[in-house]
C-alpha cells in the first residue's frame, strides 16, 4: 500500500486548504484513512479520520466544526477541507490507513501499518 498525500501550502489566518491522500494496492488492506500531524518540537497528533465504507467521522476537538473529511471510494482517495486555518494548524500533515479503527482506537498513531510522506501546512498571522 503506498499513500501519496498532497494540497498543502500557505496561508493567512482565516484561510482554507484542501488536502488530498491518494491510497494504490489492494483495497481490502485498509477501511480507516486519517491524518496525523506534527509541528516542530511537537509529538504527532490526531487530526481527522473517516471510514472508507461507512463513512463515519472522526475529529480532534482543535478541528472540529472547521475541517471537514470527505472521501471518494472510485478514486480511492479522502480529503479533508480545513477551513478558518489559525497558525496553530502550521504543521507537516501526513495521512495514514488503518484497518476496523473505532473511536477509542482511531485516535493512535501506533493503529496505522501505512503512513504516506507528509505535506506542509503553514498559516501566517
Known amino acids: 500500500v503506498q499513500l501519496q498525500a498532497s494540497g498543502g501550502g500557505s496561508v493567512q489566518t482565516g484561510g482554507s486548504l484542501r488536502l488530498s491522500c491518494a491510497a494504490s494496492?489492494?483495497?481490502?488492506?485498509?477501511?480507516?484513512m486519517a491524518w496525523f500531524r506534527q509541528a516542530p518540537g511537537k509529538e504527532r497528533e490526531f487530526v481527522a479520520a473517516?471510514?472508507?465504507?461507512?463513512?463515519?467521522?472522526y475529529y480532534a476537538d482543535s478541528v472540529k466544526g472547521r475541517f471537514t473529511m470527505s472521501r471518494d471510494n472510485a478514486k480511492n482517495q479522502v480529503y479533508p477541507q480545513m477551513n478558518s486555518l489559525k497558525p496553530e494548524d502550521t504543521a507537516v500533515y501526513y495521512c495514514?490507513?488503518?484497518?476496523?479503527?473505532?473511536?477509542?482506537?482511531?485516535?493512535?498513531?501506533?493503529?496505522?501499518?501505512?503512513w504516506g510522506q507528509g505535506t506542509l501546512v503553514t498559516v501566517s498571522s
Open positions: 495514514a490507513m488503518g484497518n476496523r479503527l473505532i473511536l477509542s482506537t482511531v485516535r493512535a498513531p501506533g493503529q496505522y501499518p501505512y
Open positions: 494496492g489492494p483495497r481490502d488492506t485498509g477501511n480507516t
Open positions: 473517516v471510514h472508507r465504507n461507512a463513512g463515519t467521522t
